[in-house]
């Protein structure tokens, strides 16, 4: 499947943003969103299962950032809620194919597609 994010920017600390990502062909994967700061590597975000009823979120953005899908639009979508200048970073979106609909893993070597990635800066 092709991935393309959108709604990066440039925003303040305690700003939102919603990152929405778009995938062409199926919707029948896991998805997940990682980031990567400069000089550092790809960090899991979240993740969402296949059947939408499991998500699952890096300790540093529980009760902030929430993940959902829209199978019917194809998208995938990343609220960003009270960022802080330490979720600096591209974000990326991945689609992981996978036979189970409660698997939302964390680890982005299962994760085969890709997007290009939206860049997010955050001002303190």
């Known amino acids: 499947v092709q991935l393309v994010e959108s709604g990066g920017g440039m925003v303040q600390a305690g700003s939102s943003l919603r990152l929405s990502c778009r995938i062409a062909g199926s919707s029948r994967f896991a998805m997940g969103w990682f980031r990567q700061a400069p000089g550092k590597e790809r960090d899991f975000v979240a993740a969402i299962s296949r059947g939408n009823s499991v998500t699952n979120y890096a300790d540093s953005v529980k009760g902030r950032f929430i993940i959902s899908r829209d199978a019917a639009k194809n998208f995938v979508y990343l609220q960003m809620n009270d960022l802080k200048s330490e979720d600096t970073a591209v974000y990326f979106c991945?689609?992981?194919?996978?036979?189970?609909?409660?698997?939302?893993?964390?680890?982005?070597?299962?994760?085969?597609?890709w997007g290009p990635g939206t860049q997010v800066s955050v001002s303190s």
């Open positions: 991945a689609a992981r194919p996978t036979p189970s609909t409660t698997d939302a893993s964390s680890r982005a070597h299962e994760y085969v597609d």
